[in-house]
């Protein structure tokens, strides 16, 4: 008998509508994660999470972590919910931003074109060991 996860990982998308997110999205979708909002940017990502009755396990964010008023509202983000687990996900491999983000508390740093399923799994496997 097959058994179901009882409580499914949650994830919300905080992207500047790309195709690629659009297939991340239902390869998690069809991999058994529940993704509870997508939005188009910070400030609507942080609309969509004071909505919810609890946050989502892993919040995915794909912006353009080179500018300063992405970075600005990320830090306000961060201080709003210094609890939620934020995985950057870039084509950029700019180690000046790698750092700045994991300063904010980023759990993950993922390149477009590897497997965000894993990084989720590795980020929910050691927030569950800590």
Do not use: W
């Amino acid at each position: 008998m097959e058994t179901k996860n009882i409580n499914p990982i949650t994830t919300a998308f905080i992207n500047d509508k790309s195709p690629v997110m659009d297939l991340m999205n239902d390869d998690l979708v069809s991999s058994g994660i529940y993704v509870i909002f997508r939005s188009d940017s910070v400030m609507d990502g942080n609309n969509q999470l004071s909505a919810l009755k609890s946050p989502p396990n892993i919040c995915i964010i794909d912006l353009d972590f080179s500018d300063k008023g992405i970075m600005k509202q990320l830090r306000e983000l961060r201080s709003q919910y210094p609890t939620l687990k934020l995985i950057a996900h870039s084509d950029m491999d700019d180690e000046k931003i790698i750092r700045e983000l994991a300063e904010l508390g980023f759990s993950k740093y993922v390149l477009i074109g590897n497997d965000m399923k894993k990084a989720i799994d590795g980020v929910i496997n050691d927030s569950l060991q800590s």
